[in-house]
Structure formats: C-alpha cells, structure tokens
C-alpha cells in the first residue's frame, strides 16, 4: 500500500565494513551469527496499530514521513497477534509512529494480545489529552508499562509546536494527584539540552511534590539514522524485535519510520517466514561481522544506548 516496494531477497543492499564494539550484555545465543532466529521468547512485536499522530515534534522524523498514514484493521492485527503468539512471542510493543491515544481500539487489541499470551505490552505516548480514566482503560485493558514524553516547560513549547504546554501540564499533574494507575507510567525526560539548570529543577519540583522522581527517565536525542557517529555498535535490535507497519509490511527496526527497507509483507507471507527470510538472515550475518547497513551505519541510536562494551573488532 505504501510507496516502497517489498525488497526481495536478491536486490542490492549498500553495505559498509565499520569498526565496531560489542555491547557487554550481548546475547550471544540469540544474536547468533548465523542470523537465524530460533528462540522468540525475548522478540518484542513492536505492532504500529496506526502511524496518525497529533504531534509534529522537533526531535521526531513524524513531520518527515512520506509513507501512506492510515490504522491496522482490528482482524489483521488480531491475526498477526495470534501468530507471534504460537511462535512464542511474548513481548508487545504497542506502537511505532503514531500516537496511542488516537487509537480508541487500544485497550481491546491490548486485552486480545494478552488473550493470546503476550504479559509484557507497552507503549510511548506523547501524553496531550492522557486522563486518568483513560489510563486506567490502558491498564484494565492489559497494557503494562506507558511511557509518556516529557520536558520542561519552555523546553516543551520549543519542541513541540503549535501544543499548550499549559494544558499538557494540567494533564500530567492530574495524573500524578491519582497515583492509583500510576504503577504502569514512566516519564521519559526528552532532553534536547535546551532547559536551564532552574527551569529543569521546577520541572523535577513538579515530581518531587508527588513522590514520584523515580518514574522520571532522562532520555538522550538520536539521530533516527540519518546523521552521522563515530561510534558503532553491534545493534541487537536485528535480532530482538520485529517491526509490523499498520499496512502491513515489515520494516527493518524501529529507526525505520518511513520503511526505507521492507523485508516483507504480512499480506504476502507468514511472520515466520518473513522473519527468518534469505534477506533478513542476510542482514543479520553481515551485521554480526561489522558489514552494517546504510543506515546503520549512520545511525547513533546504540552508541547512546550501549553505554559500555566487551570488546572492540574491525
């Protein structure tokens, strides 16, 4: 449906041989060389239900995106649930470019996977319009763990254009004056670097007054692939996850957003066979020997993510 054509096994795909280093807690077993996986009890289905968002944020590639927007039909995600599920999936991501709170259907497709045997399924929101009883939905629906983006005051302003700041934080102090559903919520700290070391204190303040400093995370930016670093890690995202685009085609991580590599459509073939693909084994095993992707190659999300490493190779 998209404007990118599935990839087969035998198109060209540009390759750099990089330096590397291996993340201390590679999983070795999984993340084989071979690129062939055969446990799935650690993949995460990362299911984008749809790609619509509200937000055209600074330090996203959502403004960017040229592919088709549209929302995964409630019997193809149900379908693709079920099959993960029987491959021993057991981890659900629950979204990817679009925004969870325009897709009243959540609760029901989060109630389904865990149905289906899924027991970890979250989601990243951007919060605008996030109550308490729709949280509570989320959590009786089965999701376990929402992450809600987050910056201080002007910061946010800055970054998100064209949204209230004043309204977004009426939404999230609501929610901290009703701590009941607030088990499942992590606040992930969107720092660009752009709030002042007092305008980051009154933010913290605000948690603080709650007791709830603890559910704050400090996330660096990074550069969606399309930059440069000079830094590169193995990235165990190859191996660990599986990205299914609303309309049903396979990209190739979560860096993706405009599914510049397809490696298979689930209208076409089985997720199983798609994941275990000639093309996708391919990536895999050139990856592992330090042949990345152009994208890859250019991305800086593991350096910022693996903060430590085992070893060093070339």
């Not at 901290?176 to 933010?203: A, C, Q, R, W």
Request: proline share 3%; net charge neutral.
């Amino acid at each position: 449906m998209g404007s990118n054509p599935t990839l087969s096994a035998t198109d060209a795909l540009m390759y750099k041989q990089v330096k590397h280093l291996i993340p201390l807690e590679w999983n070795h077993k999984r993340n084989n060389s071979t690129g062939i996986l055969e446990d799935f009890s650690t993949v995460v289905l990362r299911l984008e239900s749809t790609n619509y968002c509200n937000f055209e944020c600074t330090f996203c590639t959502y403004g960017e995106m040229e592919r088709e927007k549209g929302f995964m039909s409630d019997t193809f995600a149900y379908g693709v649930l079920k099959e993960a599920s029987e491959m021993g999936i057991k981890k659900l991501d629950l979204r990817f470019m679009g925004e969870p709170i325009l897709d009243k259907r959540l609760p029901k497709i989060a109630s389904k996977a865990r149905q289906f045997g899924f027991n970890q399924i979250y989601i990243h929101t951007n919060g605008y319009g996030l109550t308490p009883k729709l949280l509570n939905r989320w959590k009786s629906g089965g999701i376990t763990e929402a992450f809600i983006s987050i910056s201080p005051f002007r910061e946010f302003s800055l970054t998100r254009p064209n949204k209230s700041a004043n309204r977004f934080f009426k939404y999230i102090e609501e929610l901290l004056k009703h701590p009941k559903d607030l088990d499942i919520v992590k606040f992930d700290y969107i720092n660009s670097g752009i709030s002042t070391p007092s305008e980051e204190e009154e933010f913290f303040n605000l948690f603080k007054k709650y007791n709830a400093l603890d559910k704050v995370n400090n996330i660096s930016l990074h550069n969606w692939g399309n930059g440069t670093t000079n830094k590169h890690f193995l990235c165990h995202r190859l191996w660990s996850s599986v990205t299914v685009l609303w309309d049903g085609r396979i990209s190739l991580c979560c860096l993706d957003s405009d599914g510049e590599y397809i490696l298979g459509n689930l209208n076409e073939n089985s997720l199983k066979d798609i994941i275990n693909s000639d093309q996708y084994i391919n990536i895999r095993k050139n990856h592992a020997k330090g042949l990345f992707l152009n994208k890859c190659e250019k991305c800086d999300f593991p350096a910022q993510k693996e903060a430590i490493w085992e070893s060093q190779v070339t």
